[in-house]
């Protein structure tokens, strides 16, 4: 149980970014690239 609530955690530490949530809620439209997923914020691509 307890690795299971570790897992949770990080999870939710992840959803708790605003940035990480848009990504996904732009991912679940559809397929993207990096690109688009990058173009609405302040990102720099490697």
Excluded: I, K
């Amino acid at each position: 149980m307890a690795q299971y609530s570790e897992v949770l955690d990080d999870v939710f530490q992840a959803l708790a970014d605003p940035t990480r949530r848009a990504v996904l809620g732009r991912l679940g439209s559809g397929p993207a690239t990096v690109g688009e997923l990058a173009e609405p914020f302040d990102m720099t691509l490697p």
